[in-house]
């Protein structure tokens, strides 16, 4: 599914259960996350329907880096040369995208959530089985306007992963959340605003804190590495999955 402006100047591509963005202005595209291997065809369709060009890709952003976040992050530095800017403490990350930290085993969560079963044959379908890594070409650091279409400001979110970025675009008064805070959380299959399942959480206690970083934005509009948007305003959403817990 692709939508365009779900906030002015970005635009949404789901695939598979997971989220991409593509931010937009006069000097070209940004990609915000690489979702997973088989979004290459519906990442070329946006842009195309953009009235854009491959070569109006400039930049690639990883809120983190998981593998269904780097899906095709190599492909995309090998076609267009384009840099690929994550947080220092997600560097090695990238380079490994299946060697992250979680707190719990992955593999009891289909027998604790079923429902969850068909979002996760989903993204096997997508190609999860199947991710390169990357490799990290620029930093990004919290507070950060990055040099980049969409002029993201950085928002240091750690807990998901060490390094985790959400990205602030006052302009657009929209929070591209990454896996800080999402709407679907792929492991149980629950929706509604939620931290990820300690499953692929490095540290819940972290990510329960870091909503306040989220929260202090002020943003309209949340829009997740997994699920829909939220429209609420990010300070409900924080909300919300504080009294929700984590799974």
């Not at 979702?35 to 953009?50: F, Q, S, T």
Request: include cysteine; charge should be negative.
């Amino acid at each position: 599914m692709f939508l365009k402006n779900v906030a002015p100047g970005i635009h949404l591509i789901q695939s598979h259960n997971v989220n991409c963005y593509l931010l937009e202005d006069d000097q070209g595209l940004t990609l915000v996350d690489a979702g997973l291997p088989r979004v290459w065809n519906e990442l070329g369709h946006a842009i195309r329907e953009l009235g854009r060009a491959p070569a109006d890709l400039k930049a690639l952003v990883l809120t983190h880096a998981h593998f269904d976040h780097v899906g095709v992050a190599a492909k995309l530095v090998e076609r267009l040369d384009i840099p690929v800017y994550a947080h220092h403490q997600e560097v090695t990350l990238a380079a490994h995208p299946y060697r992250y930290a979680h707190e719990n085993p992955a593999a009891a969560y289909p027998l604790r959530h079923p429902r969850a079963i068909p979002v996760l044959l989903s993204m096997v379908f997508g190609g999860a089985a199947a991710v390169k890594g990357v490799t990290v070409s620029q930093p990004l650091e919290a507070g950060q306007e990055v040099p980049v279409p969409g002029r993201p400001r950085v928002v240091l979110s750690a807990g998901h992963t060490y390094g985790h970025c959400a990205l602030h675009m006052p302009q657009s008064d929209a929070l591209i959340t990454g896996d800080a805070l999402v709407t679907l959380d792929p492991y149980t299959a629950l929706t509604g605003p939620r931290i990820v399942a300690k499953a692929a959480t490095a540290d819940s206690a972290m990510a329960m804190e870091s909503l306040r970083a989220l929260a202090q934005t002020g943003a309209t509009v949340v829009l997740p590495g997994h699920g829909d948007p939220w429209l609420r305003g990010v300070e409900q959403a924080a909300d919300e999955a504080r009294r929700r817990g984590v799974a």
